[in-house]
């Protein structure tokens, strides 16, 4: 069954053995597939075909992993809903008047679907997570420095990380430990983290696991899934983790700082499409100016050209300090709290989205929504702290996502309780 999952549809066999041998892999079409078109989603891109593998890529190839073909998202990875791409939007496969999520919703809904055994997503604000909650599914995103981007078609650099999609904890910790490790080719990547044994931490052991609930988290979520959040949380306490509240004041601030940075560091990425390096012909006449606006008003969608609008207009001059430096600073503070909640606590917990999945175009027309919809995903990657999505039950038959959130590295902790949760649903 097809849910417009994928963009491009295309084989790639790797090696013939290693840990992923004989499993199917789909990857989020802003990740470098060499000799496979690669297009962000975007008309900007429609053509371009990559002249070399991610290392992402290159390792699951190592690994014996089989690609199967490049996953719709939101383009540029602007969005929580996949609605955004040039190629139209896919569909939920647990009910197709749905979102999937995003912005890596295709590969989501390739798991869901069962097209794909596991997928790649790029999570920059929770779009690994967001889609891995909607469809019913498991999502990692890695601690910032854990999983190498290179190869990753940039939209904010100080956030995001590649991360695993998979139908079960196990499963996705498998490919995040092929994944995973330091890399020459991106400086920002650590050695920390890359011999662990990720999958042999899903042993659904929590006793005596210390479990911090952030309030605000909490508070304004759909009632639905709060009820599901304590159900679940319930069940960890009677196999015997310990819960106590936590408080992380900094929140009330983290949907603000992350767009403000998220869309200022677009407004400098995405400005090498200018038609002359990558970019459709538009035949434009006049300077040089005027044909850089032609190409990208044409190869550009409206939630792209708002965000590189608003992040120009925040790093400009007599706005960097007034806008810029004070997200960084908030970030900062965010940092902090993070630090000290996880200082009384080996994980934090809370829904992963605040609300079931939208109807499709429901938010389309109200931006804001839309982002206000990240509000429980964005702090972990404003703190660059490793969280994961795991289903836990259904409201009203649809998925609800149970986020579990650690220290940096701290992957197989969060591994080890999501597989408790995974098993007791």
Known sequence: MSHDAFITEETIHGADDG??????????????????????????????????DATVVERLKSAGATLVGKTNMDEFGMGTTTETSAFGPTTNPVDEDRVPGGSSGGSAAAVAAGEADAALGS???????????FCGVVG??????????YGLVAYANSLEQIGPLAPTVEEAAEVLEVIAGPDDRDATTRAEGADANYASAADGEVDGLSIGVPTELIEGADDRVVDRFHETIADLETRGAETHEVSLPSIERAVQAYYVIAMSEASSNLARFDGVRYGPDTDAEGNWNESFAAVREAGFGDEVKRRILLGTYALSAGYHDKYYAKAQDARAWLKQDFDEALSDADVLASPTMPVLPFELGESLDDPLQMYLADANTVPVNLANLPAISVPAGRADGLPVGFQLIGPAFGERAIIRAASAVESSV
């Open 123 to 133: 999570d920059t604000g929770g779009s690994v997570r967001c889609p891995a909650a």
């Open 19 to 52: 840990p992923l041998a004989g499993r199917t892999v789909a990857i989020k079409d802003n990740i470098s597939t060499a000799g496979v078109r690669t297009t962000c989603g975007s008309e900007m891109l429609t053509d371009y075909v990559p002249p070399y």
């Open 140 to 149: 990692i995103k890695p601690t910032y420095g854990l999983v190498s981007r």
